[in-house]
Structures are given as C-alpha cells and as structure tokens.
C-alpha cells in the first residue's frame, strides 16, 4: 500500500490496515518471519514534515537467545515518528527535522506503508529475546534444553569445574 504525499494535509490521514507480510521485506530488514502486521496510523503535514502516529500490532516468531527455541512473541507497539523526502538528506538541506522526533526518509513523495509497518514492528522486538522469564538455557556442558529436562551434568560439583578437570584428564 503506497500513500501519495499529495494525499496528506494539515488535518491527517488516518490508515487503519491489516496486512500480509511477505518474505522480501523480511529480507530487505534481515528480520524475523510474521505473518501478518494490524497497523492504525494518522499522517499528517506538519511545518518540519510528515508526522505519523499510530500502532502496530503482530505476532512475530523469534528464537530465543537462551535456549535457541522458536517461540512466539505478540508485539503491541506504538510509534511518534517524522517522515522526510530522502531529496532532502541528499540534497544536505540543513532542516533535518526535529529533535523531539525520530525521522525516516521517503522517496518520491510516496510512503509505502506496509514498509513503515514492519520497520515499526522490527524496532519493537528485543534484541536478545527471551522465550521466558524462568527460561533456564542450555546447559554449557553438555547443550541439553534445561527446560525440557535435567541433564546428565547436575551430578557433577559444577559444570565449569567439569570441563575444568575433562580437560586435565586429556
Ligand atoms: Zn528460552
Ligand atoms: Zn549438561
């Protein structure tokens, strides 16, 4: 979906949208898979450039940094940004917008939204998500799951001295 700047005044656009996701944008943001992306959002013309405020809702499907499984992770986010002609940053205008503000760039007086959505989802997630609070990892040892079940090193005084005294022993 692309919004012509033309289309946006003073008053605001206002853009409630449910959409797919497909995997080229996954790709262009080296991101995670979703499906699909719930997106409200109002564009309006402001004297620094294009304001846009809304939310975006999704569930995105992650790996967990601890114990490296996919799980789920339903994201809520809402967003204040400033949207700019990219001209602007080439042409080294010195109105770079506001300091209050975030901006992202547009090119050729068109906003595609779908894009704006998953940027706006991608800034949400966690850089090292975690399945769970009380997600206990993998063991360093021996790399079983601990969530699923208790592994074969819990006899050992710890697991660092085991490695420690495997070592020795070589
Ligand atoms: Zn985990
Ligand atoms: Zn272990």
Redesign the pocket.
């Given at each position: 979906m692309i919004i012509d700047v033309c289309q946006i005044s003073e008053k605001g656009l206002e853009i409630k949208k449910n959409f797919p996701i497909d995997s080229s944008l996954i790709e262009e943001f080296d991101g995670f898979y979703l499906e699909k992306i719930d997106l409200y959002v109002t564009l309006k013309m402001i004297r620094e450039g294009i304001r846009a405020r809304g939310t975006v809702k999704s569930n995105v499907l992650l790996d967990c940094s601890k114990c490296a499984e996919a799980y789920n992770l339903f994201i809520d986010s809402s967003f204040d940004i400033l949207l700019l002609p990219v001209e602007n940053l080439e042409e080294g205008k010195s109105s770079l917008g506001n300091d209050d503000l975030e901006s992202i760039f547009y090119k050729d007086d068109k906003i595609d939204i779908k894009h704006l959505g998953y940027e706006q989802v991608f800034l949400a997630v966690p850089q090292t998500p975690v399945c769970d609070d009380k997600c206990k990892g993998i063991?360093p040892?021996?790399g079983?799951n601990l969530n699923h079940s208790k592994?074969?090193?819990e006899n050992k005084i710890s697991?660092e001295f085991g490695i420690l005294l495997d070592k020795i022993k070589r």
């Open positions: 063991c040892n021996c079983e592994c074969k090193c697991s």
